[in-house]
């Protein structure tokens, strides 16, 4: 556990260790998250869209479940026979 101060101007000092352990570097972002009282530091990632990229790789394809819903809703529709259906 490590304890730092608050300067005058509001900067409170990041351990190195803890730089080194989740890359922060001069420059980097984070985000201030207040959970009631207490508050977060969260790094942000120098390019999100990267940082996703694959996140749901190996996973379920949502499409394929999209698709037989798709065809589920058809084939009740034609079970249930013809209707006036709104134009």
């Known amino acids: 556990m490590y304890t730092t101060r ?3 101007k509001g900067w409170v000092v990041i351990p ?3 730089r080194e ?3 922060l570097k001069e420059g980097s972002r984070v985000q201030v998250v207040e959970y009631g009282h207490v508050l977060a530091l969260v790094p942000l990632p120098d390019d999100p869209v990267l940082a996703l990229y694959g996140m749901l790789q190996g ?3 949502l499409t394929d479940d999209l698709l037989a819903e798709h065809a589920q809703e058809r084939a009740q529709e034609e ?3 013809p209707r006036s259906r709104p134009r």
């Open 21 to 23: 352990k989740h890359g």
């Open 16 to 18: 190195k260790d803890l």
């Open 59 to 61: 996973g379920p394809s």
């Open 6 to 8: 608050v300067s005058t």
């Open 79 to 81: 079970a249930d026979g």
